[in-house]
């Protein structure tokens, strides 16, 4: 990698200065966290095939009109991306219950809610990402409630494309969460899909078998996650059926 200016790094990327105004370059790393990284590793691979997950989702996106910030694939680890003001918010969408959500509730694991509900938490790892209402959102001014109303019809149309997707290739999608940044476009407002989507923010269940397909199987020690990322690649045809091991994997332009 060249020597650039780097603008933020994560737990799983890095944010470069990009080559014109107004972009940035994301660079996927090879690292894995859970708890609000009390659980560290470094999985081979791994950032690699998220890039080329998260490429696949938001072409597919844009396709069918939702806006991201995703502009174009620079390379194996890197993409090109419209720089945008992040809003303080991880939108998490919910269509069984996992995680969290059966924790807080008592609900049992695998239960098909009745709808996907929508939820907020506020943005602060030190704070581990509290969720948070709508009331506070609009009175601490991290977004209006106009933002909201957009912002809950943006995730519910990924919702509905993602869900779609998944399910064509025998996997169920279980949650996500995506992050929203804001563009200008002259004196307008345009909320857009930024950060990225890949098995790191979702929850993907085998449909047949129920077999995790997701960061789970790293927080739960359930096997080999670059497996797991592998597999859900093959499936939508971002790697060759014969492919290589997941270690090294080779992509598809």
Sequence with gaps: MSRRKMIYEGKA??????PEPGTLVQYFKDDATAFNAEKMDVIDGKGALNNRLS??????????GVPTHFIKRLNMREQLIRQVE???????VRNVAAGSISKRLGIEEGTQLPRPIVEFSYKDDALGDPLVP???IIAFGWASQQDLDDIVSLALRVNDFMSGVMMAVGIKLVDFKI??????????????VADEIS???????????????????????LG?????????ARRLGVLPVNGPQPGKPTLVN
């Design 13 to 18: 990327k890095i944010l470069y200065e990009g």
């Design 55 to 64: 490429e696949f989702f938001m072409k597919g996106l844009m396709q069918i």
């Design 179 to 192: 992050e929203i940044g804001r563009v200008w476009e002259g004196d307008f407002q345009r909320l857009i």
């Design 199 to 221: 098995p790191d923010s979702c929850r993907l269940w085998d449909v047949e078998t129920g077999e995790k397909l997701d960061k789970d199987v790293f927080r739960r020690d």
């Design 86 to 92: 992040i809003i303080p918010l991880e939108v998490i």
């Design 134 to 136: 709508e009331e506070y």
């Design 224 to 232: 080999n996650l670059a497996d797991a990322y592998t597999e859900v």
